[in-house]
């Protein structure tokens, strides 16, 4: 079995910055992709943040310059580093992971995090 667990939501004021850890636990043997995203209320969940096996990363247009997607291969976590802090920010961050596991190496297996509520105020 193969568990996220997410940390690291809080309240923070408009300006602020916020750091996310998503840690993996469980019978892996690689993680492939890690990825964070977010679900605003009246809204649809959207991909925020992705880093790769090889370290290429993505992120929407709504968070480039602002949020940063480093990872710690050695804790099998990767954080969301989140600066200037807009109310439109405002959501649950969910972390997704695609891993292989030990054993099984040749099949790849999604999870989700439970989800951590970021506020920000103005």
């Known amino acids: 079995q193969v568990q996220l667990v997410e940390s690291g939501g809080g309240l923070v004021q408009a300006g602020g910055s916020l750091t996310l850890s998503c840690a993996a636990s469980?019978?892996?043997?690689?993680?492939?992709?890690m990825t964070w995203h977010r679900q605003a209320p009246g809204k649809q969940r959207e991909l925020v943040a992705h880093i790769t096996t090889g370290g290429s990363t993505y992120y929407a247009d709504s968070v480039k310059g602002r949020f940063t997607i480093p990872r710690d291969n050695a804790k099998n976590t990767v954080y969301l580093q989140m600066n200037s802090l807009k109310p439109e920010d405002t959501a649950v961050y969910y972390c997704?992971?695609?891993?292989?596991?030990?054993?099984?190496?040749?099949?790849?297996?999604?999870?989700w995090g439970q989800g951590t509520q970021v506020t920000v105020s103005s």
């Open positions: 997704y992971a695609e891993v292989t596991v030990q054993a099984m190496e040749h099949v790849s297996y999604a999870y």
């Open positions: 469980g019978s892996i043997f690689g993680i492939k992709a």
